[in-house]
């Protein structure tokens, strides 16, 4: 008998005196809770989203798309990154006016290797507003798990309004909950029972988000 075999014996057990008639949890549990908090338009939604990031310290800039290639570019130059790691499936424009050398994504990659590398450009899967929080799924544009948290340097970009909600809830309601979601609220950090903070701990220490999208200013938001 199977690890997975034994705890759904123990769970069907558990279970066996509950009357078939009660409700099933989904069914019992009221779901009236505020889907967002507020009524914003699209823009208004757009700057939370901004406001919410530089308050936990990333560091937001606004582009156009046409703008999106030279903006990422001036970013790894300001950085001094010389290695790029890139996701299999990320638009090979994005990266097409910048000077440092392309990393692929590779399973074979080890924790050093990743850790060698200077910077790493994603998209992501939706970013959620009223929590300042980037999600990433895995998707091609976005790679695995790891070269988003081994790296020092990500670089974010988001589709403006397309990939942005109010919500947590609205954003579950496009995620899929199987694949291996990545929640990112600023860079990684943590702090002692001093409340001394420090950066980089199971993540990148620093976090810069694009926001990309037809109606960006090239302003850029820092905490």
Known sequence: ??????????????????????????EAVPRDYLREHGDRS??????LLAENLAD?????????????????????????AKTVLVPPGLDTGWLAAADAERIADRPESTPHEL??????????????????????????????RRITLVPDHHICVVRVPEQVVSSVPQALERLDPVRPLTWISGPSATSDIELDRVEGVH?????????????????????
């Open 203 to 223: 993540g990148p220490r620093t976090l810069e988000v694009v926001l990309v999208g037809e109606d960006q200013s090239s302003a850029d938001v820092t905490a």
């Open 56 to 80: 936990y310290r990333a560091i937001v800039h606004r582009c156009t798309p046409a703008d999106l290639a030279p903006t990422i570019a001036g970013m790894l130059a300001a950085r001094g």
């Open 115 to 144: 850790d060698e590398v200077d910077s790493v450009v994603t998209a992501c899967a939706v970013a959620v507003a009223e929590t300042g929080t980037i999600v990433l799924d895995g998707s091609p544009d976005q790679g695995r």
């Open 42 to 47: 699209v823009a208004q939604t757009v700057d």
């Open 1 to 26: 008998m199977s690890s997975r075999e034994r705890i759904l014996g123990r769970v069907r057990r558990a279970l066996a005196d509950v009357p078939r008639e009660e409700a099933p949890y989904e």
